[in-house]
């Protein structure tokens, strides 16, 4: 895992007192308030909740949903027009720190 | 502690207004509160005042303080996104309430049409998302709304159809009102064949940008004739960001329930609502959390008449955000102009029976910031 991406997209937080998982927008426990936690990277793995499509002038397609982690938090990635709501899709960080979805998972 | 009222209301003009600025347009609509309320500015002991994206001062509240000749012994500039307005009363309540001031003022406005380009209003609003796991996604606020819009037509029994009815209904009662943005008439198929701004959203299922401003006075005088009561407020505030928003409680019910519960009243004493509305979705999915509707149902319940101004729950008589206007935080006050000027018997062809208690819910960010407030109108 690539540790120096600002927003760590592809890691998760293990909080070190009550082993709650959470997302690495949030830095505090939300179920025991602990600021100590692990980071670990995230299997990889989400269900597509809600997508959009957006259009603007001169600019081609781009497709964005809100994926639920199967750690337990939803994130932001970008994604194809054949992706829909329900699927449940792999998910990888490009280079830029950019959650993207890949192959849909059976 | 000291009953609250709202003694005066005023809101500009929204739309295109060239040659305003937002002091300028806080100015109009502070004067002319005032004067509904009958007090002038050497009786305001508190200035709430929201921000303005064409005038960016650190300290807003003191610009308008010294722009109307009042020397507050209570000032505040409040940033909460849209619902800000309502957080702005509730505060004012309770400055008025404990004996900080007796007569605030409360005031927005913004010239987000004619006073910045398109381009610099979409990019600042869309920095509500998170800096590095949302906003490199590309998306703005219409593009965040769409995303509720594609979960909420996907988990609930309601249509595109269904959702393009609270915008005609919205346009419907902007037609008579003084000032609206939008009062063309406009149908179904206007709305679902506009352009598409961000799938499934389009155009007319977002409300448009406009220059506007509104000022309250919320005061402990009892209006001698009928008036508008602050009966009580709430708050919740669950996330920031759309990737952390619980689908299931954004905050909105949670607020609404504090707010009844501060009022002493329940979702079955409210005779007229006025909800943010700032995409067809927003008010759709408000209204279903605040229990006026069941899940799935708003839009069905608009399209059979149901918040229509002589129906059973009159909603937004003055057109709301999607059709009055957005300018900002100004916009989301005009729901809050309405209360009085409906609770007052001013508001002229439109007026409709608001019953005894009226709530009014704002909503800031991506469904993140939720203000409800509950209104008891004296007769």
Redesign the interface.
Known sequence: MNLSE??G?DQCRLCAQCQFVF????SVCHECGSSNYIVQPIVGVGDV???????RKNEPP?F???VLLSEG??????TQPDVN??DRVGLSVLS????VTGRKVI | MRDVYMTGASRTKFGRLEGETALSLMRRASLDAMQSAGIMSKDIDGVLTGYAMTHPHLMLANVVAEDLSIQPSYAHSVSLGGATGAAMVQLASILVAQGVCDNVLVTAGDVRLTGAARADVVQTLAAVG?P???A????DIP?YY??????YL?NTVATEHDLAALSVLMRHNAIDTVGAHLSSPMTLDDVLTSP??????TRYSCCPISDGGVALIVSKNRPDGAGLRVAGAGQAHLHQ?????D?NENGASLAASRAFAAAGVSIADIGMPLIYDSFTVTLATLLEAIGLAPIGQAGRMAAQGYFDRNGACPLNPHGGLLSYGHSGVAGGMAHLAEAYLQASGKAKGRQVKTGRYIYAHGDGGVMSSHVGVVFEVNS
């Open positions: 600002p927003a997209l997302s690495p927008l949030v909740e809600a997508i959009t499509q957006i259009i781009k964005v949903c809100r938090y939803g994130l932001l990635a970008i709501i329900g830029g720190g950019q959650l | 998170h590095m796991a949302e490199p996604t590309g998306l593009g769409a995303l509720l819009t594609s979960h996907a598409m701004i961000a799938q499934p959203l960001h759309i990737s952390n928003m689908w």
